[in-house]
């Protein structure tokens, strides 16, 4: 019988809620021990604004689900994650050092870090937001609202912790994300892809690129339809780059200073609300009360 | 008069063939500012009110302050009820003032009120008159009531321009398409346009192609330069340049000129502004940069 030839699969973006090939037609190749074992897209610019323009568009369906909702589907994301499990710890074992315990101990903390966020969905609000005491026959609250369309970019390592340790929070509090995966390891954002389509996540709440940071860190910063940017693992040049081109319509720039890639299994810094606050605006409101 | 037929297949895969060019850097913005000034700036909504259209005409007139170099659009295009207000609030831009008439949308009212319509509009001032045809006339064979109503409605107009919509998407075949087309440039249309917007499919290349081969071939039997006016769903920037690269490719560079090619747009503007924008400041608008209309 003759050797089966595998068959190597060809990762696409994320975007809008559908899988499209870049507009720029670029391709990279994932290698691991000099073998190729995937393609990819290398996202340009265009793809990049398309992604805003799906994003903004989610934006008001999201924002208004109800708070309970935005956690069940995180939380399906966080099944569908667990299914295909031995999927990314392959994908990462195979890319990243470490080897297959270092991904496996990686996909079930994203799994968890998921489901902590999850479970903050219908609770930040009353960590962060408060009712305050005034004089006189009023309530008083203070609310957090979503800041909007955030871009996240993601540290090199841990691929996929890294992500989901960024977007869990973006979307529990009802953003929706543009989202520039690990440069360096890159197949963990393209296999996401697929659990964020499988799993009631409605359309152009996250969009995913693959691509270089060269291309795209200015337009991510500097697009004046984006509110926010989630930043980890920047050089002080990149984080430059983020600011000023975050002054032009003063968004709100949010660098996580992480250490080492070990750091972001810690759940007391990274599945704490603190994350949820950094995206979410806050609107008091005066109510007459009652007799 | 010759009867052409139209092979679908082939129209429909020569008007994609167009969407393969690529226009970068000057082109692109010389493209971008030609599309803006041959736009025809619509509203047509039960809910227009004078503020909405007064708020339309000086984004006709300017359409982008701050950024150099942006022409005005070609015309506003309102109901007749609006023309007046439009006249005045356009006055002095060289901004032209077009009025949809004859029962517009439908077209199913007696001819002497559309006719009556006609006048009035032409009466408030209107520079340029977008007619409907009876589509139920020409579906059910009643070729020559069409033509006639062309013909009279083109008197009615005196001296404004005359825009005939044929309303492709309720004409089922490009052969119908051709017919109609071939119909209004030999009843005196100055223009003919697609379609009201008020039906889908709207505007597509195919059915664009079509009507722009009428119009080449009826500039070579009689030496007559028709007009052509997409209108409906074209949306983006993009694609608005995928058009102007079809009218030259088909009937050549004195087509492109807003007296000889329109966009019937709403949001299609917008987009070609940001655009615009990013060209000029290497950054891209925001939702609440350009208005929604």
């Given at each position: 019988m003759s050797e089966r030839l595998p068959v190597l699969k060809t990762y696409k973006l994320y975007l809008g809620g559908a899988f499209p090939r870049t507009e720029s037609g670029r391709s990279q190749v994932v290698e691991s021990a000099g073998q190729p074992v995937a393609h990819l897209c290398r996202a340009s610019r265009k793809d990049f604004r398309n992604a805003v323009v799906a994003a903004r568009k989610a934006l008001s369906g999201w924002s208004a689900r109800s708070a309970y909702n935005r956690g069940q589907i995180l939380y399906r994301m966080a099944e569908m994650l667990e299914g295909k499990a031995t999927e990314f710890v392959q994908a990462l074992a195979a890319t990243?050092?470490?080897g297959e315990e270092r991904a496996r101990r990686e996909v079930e903390a994203a799994v968890d870090r998921l489901v902590s966020f999850a479970g903050w969905a219908d609770k930040y609000a009353q960590v962060l937001g408060c009712q305050n005491p005034v004089e006189g026959p009023y309530h008083n609250f203070s609310l957090p609202e979503p800041t909007g369309v955030v871009t996240i970019v993601a540290?090199?390592?841990?691929?996929l912790l890294g992500l989901i340790g960024q977007l869990a929070p973006v979307l529990c509090s009802g953003n929706v994300a543009v989202v520039l995966g690990s440069?360096?390891?890159?197949l963990a954002t393209a296999i996401l892809g697929e659990v964020c389509a499988t799993s009631?996540?409605?359309?152009?709440?996250v969009n995913l690129l693959t691509g270089f940071r060269e291309e795209l860190l200015e337009q991510f910063a500097a697009?004046?339809?984006?509110d926010a940017i989630s930043a980890a693992g920047v050089s002080a040049e990149e984080r430059r780059t983020l600011e000023l081109g975050a002054a032009e319509n003063l968004k709100r720039v949010h660098v996580l200073e992480v250490a080492?890639?070990?750091?972001?299994?810690?759940e007391a810094r990274f599945a704490s609300p603190e994350l949820i606050e950094s995206f979410v605006e806050i609107k008091t409101l005066w109510h007459p009360s009652a007799s | 008069m010759l009867r052409r037929t139209v092979d679908r297949v082939a129209a429909d895969a020569r008007a994609a063939s167009f969407r393969t060019r690529s226009i970068k850097k000057d082109a692109k913005l010389q493209g971008l500012r030609l599309v803006v000034s041959m736009t025809d700036l619509t509203t047509l909504e039960g809910k227009d009110s004078p503020g909405k259209v007064r708020g339309l005409c000086r984004k006709a007139v300017?359409?982008?302050?701050?950024?150099?170099g942006v022409p005005s659009v070609a015309a506003v295009c309102v109901y007749p009820n609006h023309v007046a207000l439009a006249k005045q609030a356009v006055a002095g831009s060289g901004v032209q003032v077009a009025s949809v008439a004859t029962?517009?949308?439908?077209?199913?009212?007696?001819l002497d009120l559309r006719l009556e319509e006609v006048r009035r509009v032409v009466a408030d001032g209107t520079d340029e008159v977008d007619m409907v045809i009876s589509r139920g006339a020409l579906l059910a064979g009643r070729t020559q009531q069409v033509a006639e109503e062309i013909r009279a409605t083109k008197e009615a107009c005196g001296s404004a321009h005359l825009k005939v919509i044929l309303e492709t998407g309720e004409l089922e075949t490009y052969d119908l398409v051709r017919r109609a087309s071939d119909l209004a440039m030999e009843a005196g249309a100055d223009f003919i346009k697609t379609?009201?917007?008020?039906?889908?499919?709207?505007?597509t290349m195919g059915v664009t192609l079509v009507m722009l081969e009428a119009i080449r071939d009826h500039h070579r039997a009689t030496g007559v330069r028709i007009g052509m006016k997409p209108a409906g769903g074209i949306k983006s920037a993009k694609e608005a340049l995928h058009y102007l690269v079809m009218v030259k490719e088909t009937?050549?560079?004195?087509?492109?000129s807003p007296s000889l090619f329109r966009f019937g747009a709403s949001s299609l503007l917008n987009d070609v502004l940001i655009q615009l924008r990013r060209l000029d400041t290497g950054v891209y608008a925001a939702h609440y940069d350009v208005s929604k209309e």
């Open positions: 990243v050092p470490g540290p090199d390592e841990p691929a440069e360096a390891h890159p009631d996540v409605p359309a152009g709440v697009h004046r339809d984006v080492a890639a070990e750091d972001w299994f810690e | 300017d359409p982008a302050p701050g950024i150099e029962a517009f949308p439908s077209g199913q009212a007696p379609s009201t917007g008020k039906v889908a499919p709207a505007a009937l050549g560079d004195a087509w492109l």
